[in-house]
C-alpha cells in the first residue's frame, strides 16, 4: 500500500480541488475542497469545516464538520460536529450529533444493508486477519 | 539466461577504468558475464536493447546511475519475459539504488546473482513507459477513471507516482509499484501576504489508474522520470505488472 505521513489517508481531497462526478474509494477519505456527484467509501470520511459537498455520500463511518447537501448513508458511526450543516436524509448504524450540529432531513439509525463497496472491503480486511 | 550490460556513457571516464575491469571479472567469477552495449550519443539506447534481445539476452542489465536505470526500464518495458538488473557505479544520481535494496559499486554483482526478483507496475505516459514519477506546475483539469472531474487550481505541485519516494512541503511519501494504482499528490503552497499571519499549505492525494491531465491555460512541460519532458494534454495508465526486477533483500517497497 503507498504510504504518506497523513494518518494513512488514502484520498485527501484539498481546499484548492473542486471534484465533480463518481468518487469511488476503497480506503480512508479526507474532503476539504468542494464536491459534487457522488462519493462512496469503505472506509473512513471525514469531511472538513470548509468543505462544501453536493452529493450522495456512503461511508464506513464519518465525521462531518462542513456542509453536506445530500443524502447520508453511514454503515457504522456517523459523528456530526458543531459547525456541521447537512440537507438531506441521514441513515446510520450509531449517530452522534453534538450541540450546534444542523441536519435538515430525516433520519434512521441501526444497521444499513450494506453495497457491494464496503462488502468487498469487508472481505479485504477478514483475508488480511 | 543471457545477459546484455548497458554501461552509461559517463563510465567511458578514465576514472572508471579499474573500475569496471574489476566489475567484468567478478561477474565471470560467478558466471554471469555477458554482451556489452556502450551508450553513446552515436547510439540509440533502442537499437542497442534490441539487438541484444534479438541475440538472446533475457536479463538487461543497466551499469551506471538512476537514468541508466530509467531508460532502460522504458525500452525494455516493449519486450516481453525480460528481467531488468542494476549494478550502480558512481556516487552521483544514485537514489534507487537504496529503494531497490541494491549495494553501490561492485557489490551489486552479488544481488544480480542472488537473482531475487519482484514484479511491478509501470506506468504510460502518451503510449511511452514510464516508471517513476511525473511531475509538473500549473493549474490543471484531471479525468479520473473516465468517472470524475478533478480542477486543481492555484499553482499548484503535481506529482503522479508509481515507484520511489518523494518529500514534498514536509510530507513523505512511498510509492508502491506493486498496488496496481498511481497516485496523483497536488501541493499548493500560497505565498504570505501581509494581511495574513502564514503561508496556506494545502495537499491533495487521489487515486487513479487512468487520467487525462490537461493544463487549464496554455500546454505545460510534464518532467517524466527526470530525464524526459512531454507536454499536456497526456493520457497517463498503469500499465500492471509489467516488468521483472532483480532486487535486494533490503528493498524498499
Avoid at chain 1, 30 to 40: H, K, W
Wanted: proline share 2%; charged share 20%.
Amino acid at each position: 500500500m503507498f504510504k504518506n505521513d497523513n494518518n494513512g489517508l488514502e484520498t485527501i481531497i484539498g481546499p484548492n480541488v473542486k471534484v465533480e462526478g463518481d468518487f469511488v474509494s476503497q480506503g480512508n477519505m479526507s474532503v476539504e475542497g468542494i464536491v459534487s456527484g457522488t462519493i462512496s467509501t469503505a472506509g473512513n470520511l471525514y469531511i472538513g469545516e470548509q468543505a462544501k459537498v453536493t452529493a450522495n455520500v456512503e461511508a464506513g463511518s464519518a465525521q462531518i464538520a462542513g456542509h453536506l447537501k445530500g443524502n447520508v448513508v453511514v454503515h457504522e458511526k456517523l459523528e456530526l460536529t458543531p459547525t456541521s450543516q447537512v440537507q438531506g436524509d441521514v441513515s446510520a448504524k450509531i449517530l452522534v450529533v453534538m450541540e450546534g450540529a444542523q441536519i435538515n432531513g430525516h433520519y434512521q439509525m441501526g444497521s444499513v444493508p450494506q453495497t457491494a463497496n464496503v462488502k468487498e472491503r469487508g472481505k479485504k480486511i477478514a483475508s488480511a486477519e | 539466461m543471457g545477459y546484455f550490460y548497458l554501461y552509461d556513457n559517463f563510465l567511458q571516464d578514465r576514472a572508471y577504468a579499474t573500475q569496471l575491469i574489476r566489475l567484468e571479472n567478478i561477474l565471470t567469477d560467478l558466471s554471469l558475464q555477458g554482451r556489452v552495449g556502450r551508450l553513446s550519443l552515436l547510439k540509440s539506447i533502442r537499437d542497442l536493447i534490441s539487438g541484444a534481445v534479438r541475440d538472446g539476452a533475457s536479463t538487461l542489465v543497466a551499469v551506471g546511475n538512476d537514468d541508466t536505470l530509467s531508460r532502460l526500464i522504458e525500452v525494455a518495458a516493449d519486450f516481453k519475459k525480460i528481467t531488468v538488473g542494476f549494478i550502480p557505479l558512481g556516487t552521483k544520481n544514485q537514489t534507487l539504488a537504496k529503494l531497490l535494496g541494491i549495494p553501490l559499486g561492485i557489490l551489486a554483482c552479488q544481488t544480480l546473482s542472488n537473482r531475487l526478483i519482484q514484479t511491478i507496475d509501470l506506468g504510460k505516459i502518451n503510449g511511452q513507459f514510464w516508471w517513476q514519477k511525473i511531475e509538473g506546475v500549473g493549474e490543471f483539469k484531471i479525468t479520473i477513471d473516465q468517472k470524475s472531474q478533478i480542477t486543481l487550481t492555484g499553482k499548484q505541485n503535481i506529482v503522479i507516482g508509481n515507484f520511489g519516494d518523494l518529500i514534498l512541503n514536509d510530507n513523505n511519501f512511498l510509492f508502491n509499484p506493486q498496488d496496481n494504482l498511481l497516485e496523483i499528490i497536488a501541493s499548493y503552497q500560497s505565498t504570505k501576504k501581509w494581511w495574513k499571519k502564514s503561508a496556506t499549505n494545502s495537499l491533495s492525494i487521489l487515486p487513479a489508474k487512468n487520467l487525462k491531465l490537461t493544463a487549464l491555460g496554455d500546454n505545460i512541460l510534464l518532467k517524466v522520470d527526470s530525464f524526459k519532458t512531454v507536454k499536456t494534454p497526456a493520457i497517463i495508465a498503469i500499465a500492471p505488472e509489467k516488468i521483472r526486477l532483480i532486487v535486494g533483500k533490503k528493498r524498499i517497497f
